[in-house]
């Protein structure tokens, strides 16, 4: 069964360096997701991706944040100058598009910022 | 905008004995609502869906969760847990049925099953 990979699985990084968490969605998908979840609190929606530009995202999607899709495979979320309060699991997710808002997540990031 | 409420953080069951997990959502619009479970070290699984069809939707693995609108609330169930239900459930929202609309989750409730 098809599935959304995300590497790593764990990263660790000092506090004011870049980060890229990297996701290869569902080859057939057409829509991009970034969610994150801060231990202890919800899931949140990050930014949706589709046709190389953003089509939607939330308020915590600010200047440090920025998404890429680098070639046909790959779907990348880069944070640019990592704060403590960064520190959360990452999940990316894809749909196929059309009427039917099924999300495939992977398994996530844990992002560490020390 | 849309929100939803899962009203037990943490729920223990013994293996055969029914499940309720509890959800109430709110929303402007008529949503689409979700269950999904994460398995540890897992992705998040969709378990079921709601889109205005029938009020009673079956998801995998034996799961179902019913609509009820003058409650606003999507609750998940099973008739007989196993020990592999054991896990941590979310309840979604999302006020459009369309690709690229950001999902609205429930804090989520860990689900254990002991034998």
């Known amino acids: 069964e098809p599935e959304v990979t995300q590497t790593p699985s764990h990263q660790v990084t000092q506090m004011g360096q870049e980060v890229i968490l990297r996701c290869v969605p569902i080859s057939n998908h057409l829509y991009f997701y970034w969610y994150r979840q801060i231990l202890g609190q919800k899931v949140e929606f990050l930014v949706s991706f589709y046709n190389n530009e953003i089509s939607e995202k939330s308020e915590i999607f600010d200047d440090q944040f920025s998404v890429e899709r680098p070639d046909g495979s790959n779907f990348t979320l880069k944070i640019r100058s990592t704060k403590l309060e960064d520190s959360a699991m990452y999940f990316c997710?894809?749909?196929?598009?059309?009427?039917?808002?099924?999300?495939?997540f992977g398994a996530g990031t844990r992002l560490s910022v020390l | 905008a849309q929100s939803v409420t899962q009203l037990d953080s943490h729920v223990s069951v013994s293996e055969g004995t029914p499940v309720l997990l509890r959800c109430n959502y709110s929303s402007s619009y008529s949503p689409s609502l979700f269950w999904y479970v994460q398995h540890p070290n897992k992705g998040l699984q969709l378990l079921l869906k709601y889109t205005s069809a029938a009020t009673l939707v079956k998801g995998i693995n034996g799961f179902e969760a019913e609509f009820k609108k003058s409650e606003t609330s999507f609750h998940l169930t099973k008739p007989s847990a196993h020990m592999s239900d054991a896990a941590e459930y979310f309840c979604v929202v999302s006020d459009q049925d369309q690709a690229g609309t950001a999902l609205i989750f429930g804090k989520g409730t860990t689900l254990s099953v002991s034998s």
């Open positions: 997710a894809s749909s196929a598009g059309g009427a039917k808002n099924i999300q495939y």
